[in-house]
């Protein structure tokens, strides 16, 4: 089976410098070579588990599918977080929150260790053991992400981001006035198969201060410009080989690189150039020799114009993820059809479901914890337990609800009806229970949980005009409240109609009242197809 590449086995190696000028590569760089460094391994849990969805097809293992495809959804959640949290635009603006970012990857990296050793558990009861090494290594790759978000150098390694791009002055709200060039701010490639030219221009725009860069065709042309990020481009139209036209158009079509300005470069003097030139995309077209004066004006201008497009864009991308953030706060305090109501100013009406599943957790004990433990140490508590709920919730199409100080909800069937519905609270129920003494030793806190299931009539509404929350009441509520108070730390417990729906596909065993029953595992050879 082939293994997914790793380059490097440190993902927070610092990347090596070659050269002096090395240290005035934009500082983005910096922060790819970071993100990259925690991609990889994410990348890597993708990667071995595409490899085992394509093994167990068709196979006695297929029982794994499900769990390997919620890692599977759950690595791309966290490729997008990591993407967001080190957005280039958050560095220019000095926004880049670590310690949230570490706090939210927390849950879902448990989540994909969880499902991981669950798998690797089933696969050495169904005699499948080849499948063990690989899951080892999405454990292992799991665990490294972890081990590099609590590491100090991640921290210290973003502050030199921020402290670097600071120094440079290189980010200015819309609303100021920009500023001339500072001097060593402005990088420009220059593109030019003529050496002499090059020198020439090197040398002049040196004297204003800019920082160049130097290739002798398009194609060395492209590749600098995506390594080294360039304010301005300078491109001659006739070179040897393919014209300035052809690389300006790729320039233009590349998404990395099409807001970058091209200023075209000749001596042909023809009017028709000039306008091909703008045609195609240059910002702006310069007669060979060069006027100093006319040179430097422009230069300038396109840079304070690309600085300029650079702010906007960063401000729209703020915006956009303030927004974004707005929604994740209104989806986390309701149900998501419920959210979509208040968005559609339609916050009333009441769900009701003859029949559902509710799934109650308990903090053992949580008043006394509550008085014996510092406040942050609380709330730590509660937003990591909610945070694990939330994901198992989300990826089991499930609204997690907190009723009342270290109580939580799990109701599956209300908002949307669903046969499995009592199949989906068992199986959060069993994932829950299988990280909580990887979230005890993260937490630092000796933390139990009484869960409860039950199954019958279920109610629910957005309660308030101005601020909301989502209140559910019935049977089903009442029930699994009832078993609560016989409940033991670390068990989980069923009402009778909840286990009528688990029977033959969950281990149950007779619990001390009668009607309830004692959750204690899955039948490895009929894994749900819910997470």
């Known amino acids: 089976m082939a293994e997914p590449q790793n380059k490097s086995s440190n993902p927070l190696k610092p990347p090596t410098k070659e050269g002096a000028t090395e240290s005035l ?20 849990v993708l990667g071995y588990t595409e490899m085992l969805m394509e093994d167990v097809e068709g196979r006695s293992a297929q029982a794994l599918q499900p769990d390997l495809e919620r890692i599977h959804l759950i ?30 990857m927390r849950s879902p990296l448990n989540l994909i260790i969880g499902y991981a050793e669950l798998c690797q558990e089933i696969a050495v009861e169904l005699g499948d053991k080849r499948l063990v090494p690989d899951l080892q290594k999405i454990i292992g790759a799991a665990k490294n992400l972890q081990n590099a978000f609590e590491s100090p150098s991640l921290k210290e390694r973003v502050d030199r981001c921020l402290q670097s791009e600071k ?20 990088v420009i490639l220059i593109i030019d198969d003529n050496e002499m030219n090059r ?4 040398r002049r725009l040196e004297r204003y201060g800019y920082v160049t860069v130097e290739a002798e065709n398009g194609k060395e042309g492209l590749e600098l410009a995506h390594k080294r990020k360039p ?14 036209y052809e690389y300006l158009e790729q320039f233009k079509a590349d998404p990395a690189l099409g807001h970058t300005p091209v200023i075209m470069l000749s001596a042909l003097d023809e009017m028709e150039v000039t306008i091909r030139c703008i045609e195609i995309g240059a910002e702006d ?32 991308d703020m915006m956009r993820a303030e927004r974004e953030r707005l929604e994740q706060i209104l989806n986390g305090a309701l149900p998501q059809e419920a959210a979509n109501r208040i968005r559609q100013g339609e916050p009333g009406g009441v769900d009701v479901r003859a029949e559902a599943s509710v799934l109650l957790v308990d903090v053992v004990d949580y008043d006394t914890l509550a008085q014996q433990l510092p406040a942050k140490q609380i709330a730590t508590v509660l937003t990591e337990l909610s945070m ?42 069993l994932k829950l229970q299988h990280v909580m003494p990887l979230l005890r030793v993260q937490m630092k806190t000796d933390i139990h949980l009484r869960i409860t299931l039950a199954s019958g009539s279920v109610s629910g509404s957005v309660i308030g005009r101005s601020s909301f929350y989502y209140e559910v009441w019935g049977e089903a509520v009442i029930k699994a409240y009832q078993i609560n108070a016989q409940c033991e730390p670390d068990s989980i417990l069923v009402d009778d109609q909840c286990a009528g729906h688990l029977r033959g596909q969950f281990k149950l065993e007779a619990g001390k009242m ?16 819910a997470a």
């Open 199 to 202: 020198d020439m221009l090197c």
């Open 514 to 529: 009668a009607g309830v029953w004692r959750l204690s595992g899955r039948h490895s050879s009929l894994t749900s197809a």
């Open 167 to 186: 120094s440079k002055h290189r980010t200015r709200w819309l609303m100021e006035d920009p500023p001339a060039v500072p001097k060593d701010e402005g």
């Open 75 to 104: 690595g791309g959640q966290l490729l997008a977080l990591i993407n967001e949290g080190l957005a280039p635009w958050k560095l220019m603006v000095g926004r880049v929150d670590l310690d949230t970012m570490c706090f939210e």
């Open 231 to 244: 304010d301005l481009i300078l491109m001659d139209v006739v070179m040897p080989g393919s014209n300035g």
């Open 25 to 44: 590569i934009n500082v983005t760089d910096s922060l790819n070579a970071l993100r990259h460094g925690l991609r990889t391994p994410l990348n890597q």
């Open 285 to 316: 077209y310069i007669p060979k020799p060069f006027n100093p004066v006319l040179l430097k004006a422009r230069i300038e201008a396109s840079v304070v114009k690309k600085r300029m497009r650079d702010q906007e864009k960063a401000l729209i």
């Open 388 to 429: 694990t709920l939330d994901w198992l919730a989300r990826f089991n199409k499930s609204d997690k609800i907190r009723i009342s100080p270290g109580q939580f909800i799990v109701v599956t069937g209300l908002l949307a009806e669903r046969d499995d519905h009592a199949v989906t609270v068992g199986d959060i129920a």
